[in-house]
């Protein structure tokens, strides 16, 4: 549950740290799961990762994977003969999107009593889990992301996605912490969406982004276990990873199921994956 100055802070700011959720087992067990994921994905399904070219970002690949475990790769992996540079491990953007469903270890602990009283705590009615990514931000290739709001991609009426991000190494400015902007969730409503056009594998933005103030931005460096916990119009970003280490996360986005999700979001579940209520999930 979030202390009355977490609460305080995630009210006022769009953001709060909650320190040692993961323990160093926890850490172990996901980061070696990630590590297996990797070694055993097909090198054939190729998809790399990026928010600066959205015809990459909306491809099929990247499209049909609300409801599969996929990995996409770093933009800066490839040679210009489009021959991976370094291995395979360390080329890896992330992994996505239905980890906390579909993988024991990733599903063990994201479904967890602590995340669903945090949840209940920040304000949510019925909790559910719409997404995770294992976020790898590779040593030396490890691509930027964009300021943007995740209201942006995950959107319901009213807003109520909300990020719980967990940092699986120390995340310093150094290795490519989170940033954002304090009050932005206040400040900036979200006027941008991420739509997709029925099935099909199209998509497209509406609104334009605000004129966000880049001096505004400020480091959110943490420890290897602790999370973040971030209001979906809070705008984040993460530089480029120019360091020698990377900065492992994994990160569990929640919308509420009261909440009203259109069609039109990119993010679909089919038939054979349908979400679950995490009030149902946990005992
Ligand atoms: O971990 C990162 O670098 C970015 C994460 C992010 O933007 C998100 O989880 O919404």
Known sequence: MLSEKQLAQYKKDGY?????YATIMQIAELRAEADRIIDQFDM??????????????????FLDSGDKIRCFFEENAFDEKQQLIGSKKLSINKIGHALHDLNTTFNTFS???????????????????????????????GGAVDPHQDT??????PNSCTGFWVALEDATVENSCLWGIPGSHLKYKNNRRYLRSGNEYKTS?????????????????????????????????????????????????????????PDDNWLKRGEDCPLMLMKDLIS
């Open 16 to 20: 709060t740290v909650i320190q040692q």
């Open 44 to 61: 054939k399904n190729i998809s790399i990762f990026t928010t600066e070219n959205q015809t990459d970002f909306a491809d099929r690949y």
């Open 111 to 141: 479904y967890q009593r602590e995340l669903l009283n945090l949840a209940l705590s920040a304000g949510f009615k019925n909790p559910l889990m719409i997404q995770s990514m294992y976020i790898c931000k590779q040593p030396g290739i």
């Open 152 to 157: 942006t991609f995950l959107y319901t009426e």
């Open 205 to 261: 933005f509406t609104g334009e982004w605000e004129e966000w103030n880049h001096e505004e931005m400020v480091p959110i460096e943490v420890k290897a276990g602790d999370m973040v916990i971030f209001d979906g119009n809070f705008v984040h970003a993460s530089k480029e990873n120019t360091s020698i280490n990377s900065r492992h996360a994994y990160v569990m986005h929640l919308i509420d199921a009261d909440a009203f999700y």
